[in-house]
């Protein structure tokens, strides 16, 4: 039957996989899906992906039971869990470009996916509990749709990547629309202890008409179109934000810690390189004590470039007076920002070097004011900005990003900021 059924023409066999969708839209209330924060999460996450990794022969079992990456180790990367009564069962982490770049950029060029607009992130160890594995995909895609939102409404996020094994291609292909970022396989891929891998993208944005146009017309539970995009589960617990930031950091110096340097030996590991971009990347104080130790070449490298920017998504508008008298208003999207200006993307032309008003929305309640010019133009409408005297709204919020180490700190430190 398997090799008749692999016989079937392409677009056969994808719409027989469409077939057997099964997303119910009311999970049961003993599903929890939300970011793994506590040492206790991300422990059975790393447990779970170690199991799994090891029975399908794509790592040899690891003495501390986990599978531990550097990638887990940096503030932009998320990793996502499915929880059962109270046992997680799923997990999957989203991988934002860092200066370590992405796993699969080893094997796979990106260059053509950078040049089109929008941010990537890559979708990496996805492991589902083995007891969840037949059931339908009972927790595969809550979590997949858990997986969707926060991308679209969070993260930032506009190309998803990932790498998988040919074995798997197809679901990715079939179901969820996947496009291969290359025709072929490759042999060995060293971050899955040399199995074979295939690279392929999803555009989160022309995403949705594609699901409408193959799953619309399908009953409920076979509607992933609906699911992704209409369907809201209270299983899922998206983090309370205060501000539009982009990222959700949540190790602390005991987790980097414990997982890196207790448990499994992956800082100890790192070339001289990723020790000095580690520390560009926690220059704090409180890390200091458990990041790998630099030799002295490596140390004055780190020191050279540290200059923290910070990812964020606040919509704004810049006014400026014309010549003539007039007032001209453009609105903004700021996406990145730092003690000495931001950037962002406008809708329209900016003058170069003309000062003028911009109205910040840092968060559902937190407005900041700036006098601001634009310095320069990137292309694709992207401009820098350096701020005038900033006002309290603004230096509170930036002041906590800088001191502040996960979105927790960010919470308690700007909880009570006020113009008064």
């Known amino acids: 039957m398997r090799r008749l059924f692999n016989v079937l023409p392409r677009e056969r066999r994808f719409a027989v996989y ?25 422990e059975a996450c790393f447990t779970l992906l ?42 999957l982490s989203l991988i934002r470009e860092s200066v370590l770049g992405f796993p699969l950029q080893r094997i796979f060029d990106l260059n053509a996916l950078r040049e089109k ?6 979708v990496s160890a996805l492991a589902i509990d083995r007891r969840f594995r037949k059931t339908g ?4 895609f809550p979590l997949m749709k858990f997986m969707y939102e926060y991308c679209t409404t969070f993260f930032d996020t506009r190309h998803l990547v990932i790498a998988v094994n040919p074995s798997h291609i197809e679901m990715y292909e079939s179901l969820l629309f996947f496009t291969r970022l290359s025709a072929n396989v490759v042999e060995n891929y060293d971050f899955v ?16 008409e594609i699901f409408r146009q193959h799953y619309a017309s399908k009953p409920p539970k076979r509607n992933l179109y609906a699911f992704f995009t209409q369907v809201r589960l209270p299983n899922i617990k998206l983090p309370p934000r205060r501000f539009y930031t982009t990222n959700d950091p949540v190790l602390t ?11 499994t030996r992956v800082f100890s590991q790192l070339s001289d390189r990723k020790k000095s971009l580690l520390h560009t990347i926690y220059d704090l104080p409180a890390y200091r004590a458990v990041l790998p130790a630099l030799s002295e070449n ?53 003058p170069i070097n003309v000062w003028g008003e911009v109205t910040i929305q840092l968060g559902p309640a937190e407005v900041s004011r700036i006098h601001v010019s634009a310095s320069r133009e990137s292309g694709d409408g992207m401009y820098g900005f350096r701020l005038g005297e900033p006002d309290l709204i603004w230096r509170k919020f930036v002041n906590a990003l800088y001191s502040g180490s996960t979105q927790a700190d960010l919470e308690n430190a700007t909880r009570f900021m006020t113009e008064r």
């Open 18 to 42: 469409r077939n057997f969708v099964d997303c119910d839209p009311e999970p049961s209330e003993r599903l929890v899906l939300k970011i793994a924060e506590t040492r206790e999460e991300l």
């Open 50 to 91: 170690h199991d799994a990794y090891v029975g399908n022969k794509f790592m040899k079992p690891d003495p501390s039971g986990m599978r531990v990456t550097i990638y887990h180790a940096l503030p932009t990367t998320t990793t996502l869990c499915a929880k059962y009564d109270g046992e997680v069962v799923g997990t």
């Open 137 to 140: 995909g009972s927790i595969l």
């Open 253 to 263: 110096p005991e987790l980097l810690d414990y997982f890196f340097n207790q448990q």
């Open 117 to 122: 607009k929008g941010n990537i992130a890559e």
């Open 298 to 350: 490596t140390h004055d490298v780190a020191v050279r470039r540290r200059h923290r920017r910070f990812s964020v998504r606040c919509p704004a508008k810049f006014t400026v007076v014309t010549p003539e008298g007039a007032e001209r208003r453009v609105n903004l999207e700021v996406v990145q920002l730092s003690r000495y200006g931001f950037r962002a993307h406008a809708l329209a032309a900016v």
């Open 193 to 208: 202890n040399g199995a074979p891998a295939v690279g392929a993208t999803l555009d989160l944005r022309t995403a949705p």
